[in-house]
């Protein structure tokens, strides 16, 4: 069998795939290649090369990191220029606030030297 260098290719999935297409991918080649849902058929000498490399491709695909690492190593190499390219995240909406009421309450009764504060229960959701 021969070697594919290309995670994309292994994989069977073009650079401007998104994170639940690779793992979707990854999953359908881990069930149809994997020792133990083979099937009882003859053993192909390959298939242990293959599944090493579709978990090589899964684990450097699987880190928008190293997936960025690996996609501007290939533009430095020249690989093919004119595929597609992934467009870059939208930035992360900054989180809501959180608004907190101060209402004055009288003060709490004392009984035996602790102070009491007795109330209607509250459940926030």
């Given at each position: 069998?021969?070697?594919?260098?290309?995670?994309?290719?292994?994989?069977?999935?073009?650079?401007?795939a998104?994170?639940?297409?690779?793992?979707?991918?990854?999953?359908r080649?881990?069930r149809?290649?994997?020792?133990?849902?083979?099937?009882?058929?003859?053993?192909?000498?390959?298939?242990?090369?293959?599944?090493q490399?579709?978990?090589?491709?899964?684990?450097?695909l699987?880190?928008?990191?190293?997936?960025?690492?690996?996609?501007?190593?290939?533009?430095?190499?020249?690989?093919d220029?004119?595929?597609?390219?992934?467009a870059?995240?939208?930035?992360?909406?900054?989180?809501?606030?959180?608004?907190?009421?101060?209402?004055?309450?009288?003060a709490?009764?004392?009984?035996?030297?602790i102070?009491?504060?007795?109330?209607?229960?509250?459940?926030?959701?």
């Amino acid at each position: 069998m021969s070697i594919d260098r290309d995670p994309y290719r292994v994989l069977g999935l073009t650079p401007a795939a998104s994170q639940s297409e690779i793992a979707r991918a990854y999953r359908r080649l881990l069930r149809r290649h994997h020792p133990d849902t083979r099937g009882p058929g003859p053993a192909d000498p390959g298939a242990d090369e293959h599944l090493q490399q579709i978990l090589a491709a899964y684990t450097l695909l699987r880190d928008p990191g190293r997936r960025a690492a690996h996609d501007h190593t290939d533009l430095l190499r020249g690989a093919d220029p004119g595929r597609q390219r992934r467009a870059p995240p939208p930035p992360a909406p900054d989180p809501p606030r959180i608004r907190v009421r101060i209402v004055p309450r009288p003060a709490a009764r004392r009984m035996f030297g602790i102070t009491v504060r007795i109330g209607p229960v509250r459940w926030h959701h």
